[in-house]
Antibody, heavy 122, light 110 residues
Framework: QVQLVQSGAEVKKPGASVKVSCKAS????????IHWVRQAPGQGLEWMGR????????NYAQNLQGRVTMTRDTSVNTVYMELSRLRSDDTTVYYC???????????????WGQGTLVTVSS | QSALNQPASVSGSPGQSITISCTGT?????????VSWYQQHPGKAPKLIIY???NRPSGVSNRFSGSKSGNTASLTISGLQAEDEADYYC??????????FGGGTKVTVL
């Protein structure tokens, strides 16, 4: 069955970087785009960007440009999201999500990781 | 890109029908049939319940239905059940080649 398993919770200091992983299984990794979505405590969902596991091509939300980098390693069926120059308002749960359908790239998202809480605190 | 506009909360009694609106613009909902709806229970990841405006994924109850008119999409839950109490989010593809979500609607079953 399709699974997206994310790395564990992180605590970082302001100004540091964090790298969250999302390991895929149960399907052909390179066939489906992966998106990253974050959710601050008690708040709504915010789209961060997407990556093609096949080509490695990326698109990022404008407000995160320059701070976010998404990469993938096809040898271990894993995508990564790195966020730099962390601020307190980056304290959120980060989700990876797979696009439904191999022919689509922008959504919808049919499988989600379990979420990774990143806490930014001095 | 501003978030899509959803009511903060909607409530209904068991068995009733409720509708959640999701208002966007001519740059997101309006020109595209790429509206999705997600259900999220506390502490859980979102779950896809409607995609491409009105399609239900396999396994999703037919009590959930979606529609769109102009720049506004809607999710209707009929025969409201206690298990439907959750947060609901709409999303859309945008003309800037991004994805935008709504602010979320908390559904309460009275």
């Amino acid at each position: 069955q399709v699974q997206l398993v994310q790395s564990g919770a992180e605590v970082k200091k302001p100004g540091a970087s964090v790298k969250v992983s999302c390991k895929a299984s149960g399907y052909t990794f390179t066939d489906y785009y992966i998106h990253w979505v974050r959710q601050a405590p008690g708040q709504g969902l915010e789209w961060m960007g997407r990556i093609s596991p096949d080509s490695g091509g990326t698109n990022y939300a404008q407000n995160l440009q320059g701070r976010v980098t998404m990469t993938r390693d096809t040898s271990v069926n894993t995508v990564y999201m790195e966020l730099s120059r962390l601020r307190s308002d980056d304290t959120t749960v980060y989700y990876c999500a797979r696009v439904k359908g191999a022919a689509t790239t922008w959504g919808p998202f049919d499988y989600w990781g379990q979420g990774t809480l990143v806490t930014v605190s001095s | 890109q501003s978030a899509l506009n959803q009511p903060a909360s909607v409530s209904g009694s068991p068995g009733q029908s409720i509708t959640i609106s999701c208002t966007g613009t001519s740059s997101d909902i309006g020109p595209y049939n790429y509206v999705s709806w997600y259900q999220q229970h506390p502490g859980k990841a979102p779950k896809l319940i409607i995609y491409e405006v009105s399609n239900r994924p396999s396994g999703v109850s037919n009590r959930f239905s979606g529609s769109k008119s102009g720049n506004t999409a809607s999710l209707t839950i009929s025969g409201l059940q206690a298990e439907d109490e959750a947060d609901y989010y709409c999303s859309s593809y945008t003309s800037s080649s991004t994805v935008v979500f709504g602010g979320g609607t908390k559904v309460t079953v009275l």
